[in-house]
């Protein structure tokens, strides 16, 4: 459902920009889907993002009816459950809200600490061994030893758990954006704004809902195109960098300079 989502925004730039040099991107900047509300249609509200959703939800209704083998003449119908598709991307993207809410930093000191801590308990117990090794001492020591190996082996294996992590994050960061370098500072920003387009698109969601309900009320199934598709981008161009390749095919990387138009 994402990628649907970032095609459908791609196509519908694509539309609005055609006959300019902007009008043929292959890809675009995550950033792009925070700048789809203030993309306003004439009567002020309705927003870009709204026409996306609404467009998505009308083919994702008619696909999954068809699916289940029923009727496409309720238009009402469709489009509630293909904006049930869509309102379930929010929960399907749990696990990007948590990882923004991390600190890749403060993880790495984390484990820092834990091998500090590690080396302390270290060299306490080799100062109870060079002591006369009563009972006692034997036995806290033979256990703080199986202890360390045991701490040991975990320390070196969450090291390598994070540094796969940053790695793909990494790779992902280079696949959306083109060049990781720049967020070296802040490395799980592109899951901050993911997380943010997904409570916009919570809100849109809900306001959609509430606008097909109104319509089906009033048995208006039209629902009014917000743009003219014809009309150049405003100020903070919608798509302002044009990236090699799709997002829903894979490559190691993008390249901002590409020469693209």
Request: charged share 25%; glycine share 6%.
């Amino acid at each position: 459902m994402f990628l649907k989502l970032l095609e459908a925004v791609l196509k519908t730039g694509n539309r609005m920009n055609v006959g300019t040099n902007r009008g043929d991107a292959h890809a675009f900047k995550l950033d792009t889907l925070l700048k789809l509300v203030d993309v306003k249609g004439a009567d002020g509200k309705t927003t870009l993002l709204h026409f996306v959703v609404q467009e998505i939800i009308r083919t994702e209704g008619q696909r999954l009816s068809i699916a289940n083998n029923q009727a496409l003449n309720d238009e009402a119908k469709c489009r509630k459950l293909g904006l049930q598709v869509v309102s379930s991307l929010s929960s399907d993207l749990t696990y990007v809200k948590k990882a923004a809410a991390m600190d890749s930093e403060a993880i790495s000191n984390d484990i820092a600490k834990l091998t500090l801590g590690l080396g302390n308990i270290d060299e306490v117990v080799r100062l109870v061994e060079q002591t006369h090794l009563h009972e006692p001492n034997r036995r806290f020591s033979e256990s703080m030893n199986k202890f360390m190996k045991m701490a040991e082996e975990e320390i070196i294996r969450v090291q390598a758990q994070e540094s796969v992590a940053l790695s793909l994050v990494k790779e992902i960061t280079e696949y959306f954006h083109g060049n990781s370098a720049k967020e070296e500072a802040h490395p799980f920003r592109i899951f901050m704004v993911v997380r943010d387009f997904l409570t916009i698109l919570d809100r849109v969601c809900k306001e959609v809902g509430m606008i097909n309900e109104q319509m089906a009320v009033t048995s208006t199934n039209r629902f009014p195109v917000p743009v003219n598709p014809m009309l150049p981008i405003p100020v903070n161009p919608l798509f302002p960098q044009v990236l090699r390749g799709f997002p829903g095919t894979r490559q190691s990387s993008f390249s901002e300079d590409d020469g693209s138009p």
